[in-house]
Nanobody, 124 residues
Framework: QVQLVESGGGLVQPGGSLRLSCAVSGNIFSVSTMGWYRQTPGKERELVAS???????TVEDSMKGRFTISRDLAKNSVYLQMNSLKLEDTAVYYC??????????????????WGQGTQVTVSS
C-alpha cells in the first residue's frame, strides 16, 4: 500500500524559511516522479515543483530562486526547501507520486497518490 506523509509545515514570518518533507512507503519511490502542490481555499491545486527519478527538476516561475525540490532515495523522501517566504505562499502543501518516473509531470490529474497535506502559514 502506498502512503505519503508530509511534515514540516507551520507558521513563519515573511522572509523566513521552512523545509517540508514527504516520506513515501510502498516500494515505489525510486521509480516515480514526485511533485509538490499547494492549494488555498477556493482555488485549484497548483504545481510548486516536480522531480523525476533521474533528478530532472521543474519549479514554477513564481517560486524559482526561492523554492528547491530534492529527493533522497535512501530515505524514500522528497523535500521542499522554501526560502524568502511571502504572505501569498500561505497554503496547504501536498506531495504526490506519479508513474512512470522518467518524465516531469505538470498536471495534478497525472499524479496517482497524494499525501494528506501540511499547512504553511506565512504571517507577521
Amino acid at each position: 500500500q502506498v502512503q505519503l506523509v508530509e511534515s514540516g509545515g507551520g507558521l513563519v514570518q515573511p522572509g523566513g524559511s521552512l523545509r517540508l518533507s514527504c516520506a513515501v512507503s510502498g516500494n515505489i519511490f525510486s521509480v516515480s516522479t514526485m511533485g509538490w502542490y499547494r492549494q488555498t481555499p477556493g482555488k485549484e491545486r497548483e504545481l510548486v515543483a516536480s522531480i523525476t527519478k533521474y533528478g530532472s527538476i521543474t519549479v514554477e516561475d513564481s517560486m524559482k530562486g526561492r523554492f528547491t525540490i530534492s529527493r533522497d532515495l535512501a530515505k524514500n523522501s522528497v523535500y521542499l526547501q522554501m526560502n524568502s517566504l511571502k504572505l501569498e505562499d500561505t497554503a496547504v502543501y501536498y506531495c504526490a507520486v506519479s508513474f512512470p518516473g522518467n518524465v516531469l509531470v505538470y498536471t495534478a490529474d497525472k499524479y496517482n497518490y497524494w499525501g494528506q497535506g501540511t499547512q504553511v502559514t506565512v504571517s507577521s
